[in-house]
């Protein structure tokens, strides 16, 4: 978690960031900024942090002014030796709002309360995580062939060597060097669940895919992506608005 | 966003009243009129000398400890002055160097207050804790910032008390304790024929008391 503090007693920064050294020591505090001058200067060169600690009135001025330069959309916890200023805070992304002396028990419900917000607004890419990284995921051993039909007979196939599975009426398996089989699974949910997540991508109700396989991908305006695959059998495929930052990740690894 | 506070609190309209024009107050009014303003000391300054308080612990126990002196001593010379009219500059001065060593170690190098009063001066009178409130006032409404530090300073001239800053007003919250230099310019109208002035210039603020 990278956190920034807008504080403009250097006494009180030092304490919440020990604060938060106790508390979550996985804190990366990326910088203390004591005016608003020097957030506004901070907030130019520099992506936003997932966290913003913010005093309200600062040395040099308001820490509302920020938001008049800035479009700033990571949460904020206010912290405030003592007014009443709760309502405009919470327009302007706060998702808490600590008295000083910071309580402990306080710093440790509001960090709480970011993480539950975290997990709710960053779905598909904790999602993705999870798949990726999970130790159960991690561990897993994906099948290295597929049984797939060919004119009555069984072969077996490296799955490294499909391009694309895609449904229609039955679920044909493409590979690479363009050969066309039938896959013994009856749903794309099946074949889902064998493949490994890292190289093989669903990119809607009929089709999934090989990272190997893909060609190139361009956008529309309405935000969906075409993919243009290497297999002559299946040479675009549609990714709808929803699903395309999903694919812009998996893809950009 | 429009500015949250553009009340001039540091402004040149604010004329001393002359003293004939200022109606006769018995001393009940008087009194009421004092504990109104004595009360108004901010409670952001507690709470955040509290949270230096607390840092310090961990990281300056000796300045800790000073710091916790300094604060006692504040609060006590306030409570002890709530029902006195008028205070020896001396007790002033001294309680008002504890009150600015405060704010130097919560602002740093944001923050200067300079004390310049010959020893003839020291058994004067002046009503108390007026210094704190024009100090008080002064880095509220002024950019405190290493960058472009605050300076203070506290002289006698001429039978008078001079407080002075360099002007360098920052946007604030909380513009309702505006009244207070009104009403020590009324307070002091009681107490003396000769008034406390107020003058602003583009670069300082001054206010000028009169010793009684």
């Known amino acids: 978690m990278k956190v920034l503090i807008v504080e403009d007693e250097i006494l009180i920064a030092e304490q919440l960031q020990r604060m938060l050294k106790d508390i979550a020591p996985q804190t990366e505090v990326l910088d203390v900024l004591h005016s608003v001058k020097t957030a506004r200067r901070w907030f130019m060169q520099n992506p936003e942090p997932d966290l913003l600690f913010m005093d309200i009135q600062l040395s040099d001025g ?79 051993l994906y099948k290295e062939k597929l049984i797939v039909q060919h004119r009555n007979a069984s072969i077996p196939i490296s799955i490294s060597d499909i391009a694309a599975f895609y449904l229609d009426q039955v679920i044909y398996v493409v590979t690479h060097d363009g050969q066309k089989y039938i896959a013994e699974q009856n749903t794309l949910d099946e074949v889902e669940d064998i493949l490994n997540p890292i190289e093989f991508f ?35 495929v549609e990714i709808s608005r929803e699903k395309a930052p999903v694919f812009k990740r998996w893809i950009d690894r | 966003m429009k500015p949250l506070a553009n009340q001039p609190n540091q402004s040149s309209q604010i004329p001393a009243t002359p003293a004939s024009e200022v109606p006769n107050y018995d001393s009940t009014q008087s009194d009421v009129r004092y504990q109104s303003l004595v009360s108004q000391l901010n409670p952001h300054f507690l709470f955040n000398s509290l949270a230096t308080l607390e840092s310090l612990i961990y990281s300056d126990q000796r300045l800790a400890v000073k710091f916790l002196s300094q604060l006692t001593r504040v609060y006590r010379y306030l409570l002890s002055t709530r029902s006195t009219p008028l205070v020896p500059l001396s007790d002033e001065l001294n309680f008002i160097k504890d009150y600015a060593d405060l704010l130097q170690t919560r602002f740093g190098k944001g923050l200067t207050v300079l004390i ?11 009503v108390p804790a007026v210094l704190q409130i024009l100090v008080e006032n002064a880095t509220r409404h002024n950019i405190t910032d290493p960058d472009s530090p605050l300076t203070i300073s506290i002289k006698s001239i001429d039978n008078h008390l001079i407080i002075e800053n360099n002007l360098q007003k920052k946007q604030i919250l909380e513009p309702k304790r505006n009244e207070a230099l009104q009403s020590l310019t009324d307070l002091y109208a009681y107490f003396s024929s000769v008034p406390m002035v107020v003058e602003q210039t583009p670069e300082t603020f001054r206010v000028t008391l009169p010793l009684l």
Do not use: W
């Open chain 1, 62 to 140: 308001i820490s509302f002014d920020l938001f008049n330069y800035f479009d700033i959309k990571c949460p904020i916890i206010f912290a405030t030796a003592y007014d009443e200023y709760a309502i405009k805070a919470f327009k302007v992304n706060g998702i808490d709002y600590l008295l000083k002396p910071i309580d402990e028990e306080d710093l440790i419900r509001a960090l709480e309360k970011y993480k539950a917000l975290k997990k709710n607004a960053q779905m598909p890419t904790e999602l993705l995580q999870t798949l990726v990284n999970h130790p159960a995921q991690k561990g897993k």
């Open chain 1, 202 to 236: 669903r990119t809607g109700r009929r089709q999934i895919i090989n990272q190997q396989a893909i060609e190139s991908y361009k956008g529309d305006a309405a935000g969906k992506l075409y993919l243009k695959l290497k297999t002559n059998h299946l040479s675009e």
């Open chain 2, 116 to 126: 310049d009063v010959p020893p003839q001066y020291l058994e004067r009178k002046l």
